[in-house]
């Protein structure tokens, strides 16, 4: 059975910073594109992240350039989102999500990871 | 960038009822690159269909997907309880892919 289970959100201060972990299992990992979407409060899903199969390319949403890292270690079948410099409009829940290829759509998602950036 | 608006954004219906979602692009694209997913409250969205008519592994047949250019629809035959969630589409022809709002389909 495939599974993507993501840990590491919860509620943090105005520029502090979070990281949010995916671990997968029942599929190959290191086949796929791994992207993190997220859905803020009353809005709909953007993509925030993605990296290529071996981790050599990263894309980024411009409003999270330079604040967000995404990463992953196919070996532990991982992949993370390093968040720095957190705003309140970063306040979303979070999921991790697989595709074959860098623009596609996604097999596989995890359950979603509640962030919240609040004082 | 694409705007994908889904219509309605709630749909009230009875098990065994046929449901007709809607997907509109602000531009026109191939219908090779339109996606349907299911999700549940606590659960992880779930695949339903790609490139607008093929089912994902394990989505029965009462699901079927139609559409061209900047009008895409998902159609459920009869609704089973289990069909009941928010339904989204997603584009992927041009970038950035973008996703439509949802459709909620509730029991009446």
């Known amino acids: 059975e495939v599974q993507l289970a993501a840990s590491g959100g919860g509620l943090v201060q105005p520029g502090g910073s979070l990281r949010l972990s995916c671990e997968a299992s029942g599929f190959n990992f290191s086949n796929y594109w791994k992207t993190w979407v997220r859905q803020a409060p009353g809005k709909g899903l953007e993509w925030v992240a993605k990296?290529?199969?071996?981790?050599?390319?990263?894309y980024y949403l411009d409003s999270v350039k330079g604040r967000f890292t995404i990463s992953r270690d196919n070996a532990k079948n991982s992949l993370y989102l390093q968040m720095n410099s957190l705003r309140a409009e970063d306040t979303a829940v979070y999921y991790c999500?697989?595709?074959?290829?860098?623009?596609?759509?996604?097999?596989?998602w995890g359950r979603g990871n509640l962030v919240t950036v609040s004082s | 960038e694409i705007v994908l608006t889904q219509s309605p954004g709630t749909l009230s219906l009875s098990p065994g009822e046929r449901a007709t979602l809607s997907c509109r692009a602000s531009q026109s694209f191939s219908s090779k690159y339109l996606a349907w997913y299911q999700h549940k409250p606590g659960q992880a969205p779930r695949l339903v269909m790609s490139g607008t008519t093929k089912r994902a592994t394990g989505i029965p047949d009462r699901f079927s997907g139609s559409g061209s250019g900047t009008d895409f629809t998902l159609t459920i035959s009869r609704l089973e309880p289990e069909d009941f969630a928010v339904y989204f589409c997603?584009?992927?022809?041009?970038?950035?892919?973008?996703f439509g709002g949802g459709t909620k389909v509730e029991i009446k």
């Open positions: 990296i290529s199969q071996d981790g050599s390319k990263q």
């Open positions: 997603q584009q992927y022809g041009r970038s950035p892919i973008t």
């Open positions: 999500a697989s595709s074959m290829f860098g623009e596609y759509y996604f097999d596989y």
